[in-house]
C-alpha cells in the first residue's frame, strides 16, 4: 500500500518559527508517525511477528503522548485560556476515537487478518493526520502564546518526564 508522505505540519512550510511545546509535541507526533510507519508496512509484508512488536512499540509511544496531553498539557491549557468545553474536548475525544481503532487493531493482529489490519491503520491514519494537524496549528502554538515561561518549562519538564 503507497501512502501519501506523512502529515507535515503546514506551518512547516510558511517558515513560521516553532517553539517550545509546539515543538517538542510536534517532534513527538513525528516519532508516532515514523512507529505507524513500521507497523504498517510490517503487515504489508504479512511479517506478523514485526507487526506485533512493532504495534505494541507503537501503541505505548501513542499511549505515552496521550498521557502528556490529558495529564499535563490540556489541564493546564484549560486552566490558563479558561476554555473547558472547546479544542481540549474535541481533541479527548478524538483521542477516544483512536484508543478503539487500537484495540481492533489489536484484534486484527490476533486474527492475523491483513485486509482488516490495513483497512484500520488507513482509518487510524486519516484521524492521526487531522488531529496532529490541529493540535499542532491550534492547541499547541495557542499554548506557546499564552502560557508563560514558567508554566512552558514546567509543563514542558512534566511531559519529558512521561517519555517517548
Ligand atoms: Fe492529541
Ligand atoms: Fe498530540
Known amino acids: 500500500m503507497v501512502h501519501l508522505p506523512l502529515s507535515k505540519n503546514l506551518f512547516e512550510h510558511t517558515g513560521e518559527a516553532m517553539t517550545g511545546i509546539n515543538q517538542y509535541m510536534t517532534s513527538d507526533h ?3 508517525d515514523e512507529l505507524f510507519a513500521a ?8 511479517d506478523w511477528e514485526t507487526a506485533a512488536t512493532q504495534t505494541e512499540i507503537f501503541l505505548t509511544a501513542m499511549e505515552n503522548h496521550f498521557t ?4 499535563v498539557l490540556f489541564p ?12 481540549t474536548q474535541v481533541m479527548r ?5 483512536m484508543r478503539d ?3 481492533q487493531l489489536r484484534y486484527a493482529l490476533e486474527a492475523t487478518d491483513q485486509d482488516e489490519f490495513l483497512s484500520i491503520t488507513e482509518t487510524l491514519l486519516i484521524l492521526m493526520q487531522q488531529h496532529n494537524m490541529k493540535e499542532e496549528g491550534i492547541l499547541y502554538s495557542m499554548s506557546d502564546e499564552q502560557f508563560g515561561d514558567d508554566t ?3 509543563v514542558l519538564e512534566k511531559m519529558q518526564k ?3
Open 152 to 154: 512552558a518549562s514546567t
Open 39 to 46: 507497523t504498517e508496512s510490517a503487515a504489508d509484508n504479512e
Open 68 to 71: 502528556k496531553e490529558e495529564e
Open 76 to 87: 493546564v491549557f484549560e486552566e490558563t485560556t479558561g476554555m473547558q468545553q472547546g479544542p
Open 93 to 97: 475525544h478524538e483521542h477516544q476515537q
Open 162 to 164: 512521561i517519555g517517548d
Open 30 to 32: 513525528r516519532h508516532c
Open 101 to 103: 481503532l487500537f484495540s
